[in-house]
């Protein structure tokens, strides 16, 4: 009778954990909405764009059926990590970047106008579509796009994919090989300001706010940084969200993983694209 007290207690927990596991919030567990229009499938398209901390520093203003102007939402600015909101926006770029590519797939020519003078502009840029031929871009590639700290390839880069990506010859855009001075370098500081920035104490309370480790803080939230979009799944992925709070990625053992997963990452990769400005 013991036995299969435990046994079906045992079976409980299982079935528990698994339905917990398959619980675990996702993009795709949230209802799909679909886009009234192009124009607004394209700024969705835009919102899938990387950025800091999963701010989503972006307000858009849709001005006609061809028209919308991004802005900045400096309310999601991280004064800590990003004082003079140069992260802010760079991942307003991506976001325009993407526009720009979902408008060519779906059949329109993309004109950007940049707006912004300086690091305190609200509006940052009007986008005009027009209609053009297909680009033949897979809008899938968008939608799959995730960053992750995981060790990459420690292959060497193809020419023709060096040559397809340092286009033009542009003396802004350079590559440096992971056994070149220049790659050592840059891989070496890139560890040491990631352990700075980690190990701040400032930096790791405005880190805590974007965490969203509950099913019901993503749900509620819609943004930061989700065990789903960093990678945390399985069993790791149900303890997180159940058994842990923002406040204890403060703990010095959360910290340490975070700088580990960064130095895998640099023992192997094949170079860098530095862009300058």
Request: aromatic fraction near 10%.
């Amino acid at each position: 009778m013991k036995t299969n007290t435990i046994t079906t207690l045992f079976a409980s927990i299982v079935s528990c954990l698994t339905m917990s596991l398959s619980c675990t919030t996702t993009r795709e567990s949230f209802p799909k909405e679909q886009p009234k229009d192009d124009i607004h499938k394209i700024i969705y398209y835009g919102t899938l764009a990387g950025n800091s901390h999963n701010t989503q520093p972006w307000i858009v203003e849709i001005k006609s059926a061809t028209q919308f102007e991004v802005q900045a939402d400096f309310k999601r600015k991280l004064d800590v990590v990003d004082d003079t909101a140069r992260g802010l926006y760079i991942s307003l770029g991506a976001f325009i970047e993407n526009c720009v590519i979902s408008a060519n797939s779906l059949g329109y020519q993309a004109d950007v106008k940049y707006t912004a003078v300086n690091n305190t502009d609200k509006r940052a840029a009007v986008i005009t579509i027009t209609p053009a031929d297909k680009s033949g871009y897979s809008l899938i590639n968008i939608e799959r796009r995730r960053t992750l700290r995981i060790p990459f390839k420690k292959v060497p880069m193809q020419k023709d994919h060096l040559r397809a990506l340092l286009v033009d010859s542009n003396p802004h855009v350079n590559y440096y090989s992971a056994d070149s001075v220049t790659g050592n370098y840059i891989a070496r500081n890139t560890l040491l300001a990631y352990t700075q920035q980690a190990r701040d104490p400032k930096a790791q309370d405005e880190l805590a706010k974007w965490f969203r480790f509950s099913n019901s803080h993503v749900k509620k939230e819609r943004d930061g940084l989700t065990t789903s979009g960093m990678g945390i799944d399985g069993f790791a992925g149900l303890f997180v969200s159940n058994f842990m709070k923002p406040e204890d990625s403060k703990s010095v053992s959360f910290v340490d993983t975070g700088i580990k997963k960064v130095k895998d990452q640099l023992d192997s990769y094949a170079g860098w694209i530095v862009i300058t400005q």
